[in-house]
């Protein structure tokens, strides 16, 4: 037994002599092991430290806007032009163009001709003092306009500096009268007469009196916007002088046919990035018939401002579409109802491939598809749905529901959920709508606050139709309307009321007209 716990022992003392020979002669003494590990340890912790760290400041995703395909093809040396006119005709997708401008001002802090109200005081001739914040030529610069107005250019130069670029947009009046009849039916006395727009193509004279106020829409009525005389005799005499008035004024003239190809031209003429051309659809009306109601208080005054619908309760009135279909014939006897427009948009039509002929058929082609490859990636960032227009009670945002006016719906678009704030942003400018980004822009330049959605407003007593700016009372006098007083905008100015300054207000012959305590902006 002794022998054999003798034997275990040395057993055991070969062992740890083994391992100690291991430890310390193979694989190196403690100590070193020890400060292995205590490496590892701080490495495995500063590691650990730098994932956090670089999470905690790794700069925010880069925004789509801010990518190299905001600016588009190369426009050379050229400087952007900041002085601008635009001329919003009706029904011509000049809404879309306007917010393209309402863009562009707002990302530079430039500085608009804003209306006191919605409109430059339409349907009659621009004045100047129309223009908030005015106060003389030139003692406040302005950099753009493009309110609705009536074209006046005498009074736009005194708003205006003198290297402004003029330009506007015109449509095949066949279509424009489609889309004002259905827009306007309730407040042309022309087309609210007549069953449909066929009935009214028939036998134009039967339904027209020009002497009603807002028959203006239902004839000429680019010729009427571009400051003529929509109610003159046609002649070629008169057109071509109509079409050369039309050349001497305006730079350019687009054509809502062919709007992206529109947009290219302006962008080269401007000096503008790609981005800055690029929008999304707005003011477009649903092909189907119904009516929203529930939209009371002062916005919806506002909207029959600028679009000219009957209001009644603070509700606007739900009706059926009216019927729109045209044979060729009735289309052919519009052209000829609508001879001077349809001149106009012949003459500058075959300007406009001109320029795209001068341009580069080409590339026109080529910029034509980076444009509409932009307008797609830009819908599928900003836009729910992909971009698709849906009615306005659908839209969560109240304050990006577009209004409803006349007898059909008008679409908008809802923004894609989790954008970061500078996507965001420039995404909300894109998508809002006339009338309330007229308020931003106005709430920033003039220091208010934005008018509050819901609040209600005075209804006027017996049947008001908001059209052009000037609320009509409907009487039963041969004309069927009267003009009771109102501003652009929908808003009744009274003799000795004040400006947004203090500044008080006057009516002569029909103009807003400032007293005589002048100033300047400070």
């Known amino acids: 037994m002794e022998s054999v716990s003798n034997q275990a022992t040395a057993d055991n003392s070969i062992s740890r002599r083994m391992l100690r020979w291991l430890v310390c002669g193979r694989l190196g003494p403690v100590w070193m092991w020890k400060a292995l590990l205590l490496f590892v340890a701080i490495a495995f912790a500063g ?36 002085h601008i006119m635009f001329l919003k005709t009706h029904k011509t997708a000049s809404s879309t163009v306007l917010n393209m401008l309402y863009r562009f001002g707002e990302e530079r802090n430039l500085r608009f001709a804003l209306p006191l109200g919605y409109q430059l005081g339409y349907p009659l001739p621009f004045n100047a003092h129309r223009v908030k914040g005015y106060r003389g030529p030139r003692a406040v610069e302005f950099h753009i306009m493009g309110n609705h107005m009536r074209f006046n250019k005498p009074e736009v130069e005194k708003v205006m500096p003198a290297d402004t670029f003029y330009f506007s947009i015109i449509r095949d009046p066949v279509s424009l009268a489609e889309s004002s009849f259905a827009y306007y039916k309730e407040v042309a006395p022309a087309f609210r007469k007549a069953k449909g727009l066929g009935d009214f193509a028939d036998d134009p004279r039967k339904y027209y009196d020009p002497r009603l106020r807002n028959n203006h829409y239902a004839r000429n009525l680019l010729w009427f916007d571009f400051g003529m005389d929509h109610n003159a005799n046609f002649s070629m005499a008169l057109a071509q002088r109509g079409v050369a008035m039309v050349r001497r004024n305006f730079k350019l003239i687009l054509v809502s046919e062919y709007f992206d190809q529109s947009m290219i031209l302006l962008r080269h003429a401007l000096c503008w990035p790609l981005d800055a051309v690029v929008s999304f659809s707005l003011n477009a009306r649903q092909q189907k018939p119904s009516g929203i109601g529930g939209m009371s208080g002062s916005w919806v005054g506002k909207a029959a401002a600028v679009a000219g619908v009957s209001v009644r309760g603070g509700h606007s009135q739900a009706k059926t579409l009216p019927n729109l279909s045209l ?159 109102g501003e652009a905008g929908g808003r009744t100015v009274d003799e000795g009321e004040r400006d947004w300054d203090g500044s008080h207000l006057m009516r002569s012959n029909q103009t807003l007209m400032r007293g005589q305590d002048k100033g300047r902006l400070r």
């Not at 925010?60 to 050379?76: C, M, N, T, Y």
């Not at 001109?354 to 932009?374: A, K, N, P, T």
């Not at 959605?453 to 008001?464: C, E, H, S």
Request: net charge positive; proline share 5%.
């Open 327 to 485: 044979t060729e014939e009735q289309r052919e006897k519009l052209r000829q109802w609508n001879a001077l427009d349809w001149h106009l948009y012949k003459a500058f039509n075959q300007t406009f491939w001109e320029e795209i002929d001068r341009f580069g058929l080409s590339q026109m082609e080529q910029e034509v598809s980076l444009l509409r490859m932009r307008r797609e990636d830009l819908a599928r960032v900003c836009l729910r749905d992909g971009g698709k227009p849906v009615e306005a009670h659908r839209i969560r945002d109240k304050n990006i529901r577009p209004f409803q006016s006349g007898l059909v719906k008008i679409l908008g678009y809802e923004l894609q959920p989790g954008l970061d704030n500078t996507t965001r942003t420039a995404c909300l400018r894109m998508i809002r709508p006339e009338i309330q980004y007229k308020d931003v822009l106005d709430a920033k330049q003039f220091l208010r606050a934005p008018a509050v959605q819901g609040q209600p407003v005075q209804q006027n007593v017996g049947r008001m139709v908001a059209a052009g700016g000037y609320f009509i009372r409907q009487d039963s006098s041969r004309t069927g309307e009267r003009l009771v007083g």
């Open 47 to 82: 590691q650990l430290l730098g994932v956090i760290f670089n999470k905690s400041v790794q700069p925010a995703a880069r925004s789509i806007f801010s990518s190299p395909d905001a600016q588009g093809p190369s426009l050379g040396s050229c400087q952007p032009h900041n």
